[in-house]
């Protein structure tokens, strides 16, 4: 399953809770602004690093926060083709909003 995460686990529960429905084989894709956690210095990033997962960031979304040249090196940053390449892999999508 294709897990998407759209905003800041500081202003929402939703990255809690789709990591409370994480399975073996499932995928995260952080968006909009859930990009943030891809910054090493916070809880969250401490929260999603260790999981067993695949997680990947909407390259969009971290330029147009500026946070380029500070995320964290071992997350996957993918383009919208990328993205849609995603979407394609997995038969079942859940988004957290």
């Excluded at 500081?10 to 399975?23: G, K, M, R, T, V």
Aim: hydrophobic residues 45%; glycine residues 4%; negative net charge.
């Amino acid at each position: 399953m294709l897990h998407t995460v759209t905003r800041s686990p500081f202003q929402s529960h939703s990255l809690a809770q789709c990591l409370q429905f994480i399975c073996a084989g499932d995928e995260i894709l952080l968006l909009e602004d859930a990009v943030i956690v891809a910054l090493s210095e916070n809880i969250y990033f401490d929260l999603i690093k260790n999981i067993g997962v695949k997680i990947y960031l909407l390259e969009a979304d971290i330029i147009a926060r500026g946070l380029q040249d500070k995320c964290d090196k071992d997350l996957d940053v993918i383009d919208c083709k990328g993205f849609v390449l995603l979407t394609e892999r997995h038969d079942k999508h859940m988004k957290w909003a």
